[in-house]
């Protein structure tokens, strides 16, 4: 009698140990299957057949630059994930790749296009040795959601483009006041009207914080921070999700949004986004539309409670639905240790709606 009390309070413990487990912790360690912290940093995920894919930059102690890559870890429940290794590798330093060892790789995002079969990754590329001065994006492919993503190409966004939410006619009249004393009432409102634009037509438009949003019509778009991160463009892929179709639109311009992270809602669509303010923590933007292409509605902060005006001491990285689930949207961010990259944890939230609108709120552990 003794034994079969010990097994079934044994089974319960065992049982209730399971059910604890299977939350997630926002801030804490994450550990992978192999007990070693997660190392998937400004990330995106990706659902494909019934398992997801989270792919994020190989982060390290001392740098941001990239040594290794892009990882990409597997799990059929989102809360225990296997390690697959490095997805997309950088090439030896030296090299004199675009995406050589020292680069710098972020916000990597991955899709899979049904029409090629093919696993497409755009990812914020920054040349080795030139700080944020290259601005630009990078896209590799895949034939397998692991990897290895084959590099196809990088560069500077639809060069010789004009938005189709600018006039041309703007354009002599800020080529003239490229030479505007910074940060004066005269050059803001130049800059809120494309200045920015005017200067990179030539060489293309800046790339920097990023994410890939594909709609129900399995259009996909790449939402962009550019124009020294002063506006985001929101530009349409081609049907094979490889490159540009032509066509963006500037979203918010002037507002000095980053950390963009998309996703819709009863034919809505939600932005939420952060200031700039380096690896520091700010409260979060959000903005809405009716139609992708906007136009664009600015909206309050939809962090609430304490640290709210830190979105809970992190930033924005992607916006995750959850087929089925009661929380249907997982809200994902980063919590960046500049002083240890590799140490940056993860503050993933469920996001709630409340008269219409969404409402993010801290938990210290919660279940989809």
């Known amino acids: 009698m003794n034994k079969i009390l010990y097994l079934i309070l044994f089974l319960l413990a065992a049982h209730v140990s399971s ?18 912290h997660i190392n998937a940093h400004g990330g995106g995920i990706l659902l494909h057949n019934g398992i997801y894919y989270w792919y994020g930059t190989h982060m390290h102690e001392n740098t941001a630059a990239a040594l290794k890559g892009v990882g990409v870890y597997s799990s059929a429940n989102l809360y225990d994930w296997k390690n697959e290794g490095i997805a997309l590798e950088v090439f030896p330093e030296g090299s004199g790749h675009k995406i050589e060892s020292g680069c710098l790789i972020e916000r990597p995002k991955v899709i899979f296009n049904e ?10 590329l920054e040349l080795k040795g030139q700080g944020y001065k290259a601005a630009e994006y990078g ?18 966004a639809c060069s010789g483009i004009m938005p189709a939410n600018m006039e041309s ?16 009432p005269e050059w803001r409102a130049a800059m809120k009207e494309g200045l920015f634009v005017v200067r990179d037509l030539g060489k293309g438009q800046m790339v920097r914080d990023m994410t890939i949003f594909v709609d129900d019509d399995r259009k996909a778009y790449h939402i962009f921070s550019s124009e020294e991160n002063n506006t985001l463009h929101l530009v349409e892929l081609t049907d094979d999700y490889c490159g540009y179709t032509g066509k963006y639109v500037r979203v ?11 996703f819709k809602h009863k034919g ?3 932005l939420i986004a952060s200031g700039c303010t380096g690896w520091d923590p700010n409260p979060a933007r959000m903005a809405v539309a ?34 089925g689930a009661k929380n249907k949207w997982i809200f994902m961010a980063d919590r960046w240790n500049s002083k240890n990259l590799k140490d940056s944890r993860y503050v993933w939230l469920p996001i709630e709606f409340e008269k219409g609108m969404p409402v993010l709120r801290w938990y210290d552990s919660w279940s989809y």
């Open 19 to 36: 059910l604890y487990a299977q939350k997630f912790t926002p801030g804490a360690i994450w550990k992978d299957t192999d007990g070693v």
């Open 115 to 124: 029409k090629t079969g093919k696993f497409v990754m755009w990812f914020h």
């Open 139 to 156: 896209v590799a492919i895949s034939d397998s959601p692991t990897g290895p993503f084959k590099f196809l190409h990088a560069g500077r």
């Open 169 to 184: 006619s703007v354009v002599e009249k800020l080529s003239s006041s490229l030479d505007l004393k910074a940060r004066t």
């Open 252 to 262: 918010l311009p002037g507002r000095a949004n980053e950390a963009p992270a998309i």
């Open 268 to 270: 809505k669509y939600w």
């Open 290 to 323: 009716d139609d992708i292409w906007g136009p664009w509605k600015e909206l309050e902060n939809p962090c609430v409670g304490d640290k709210a005006n830190t979105t809970f001491d992190s930033q924005s990285t992607f916006i995750l639905p959850v087929p």
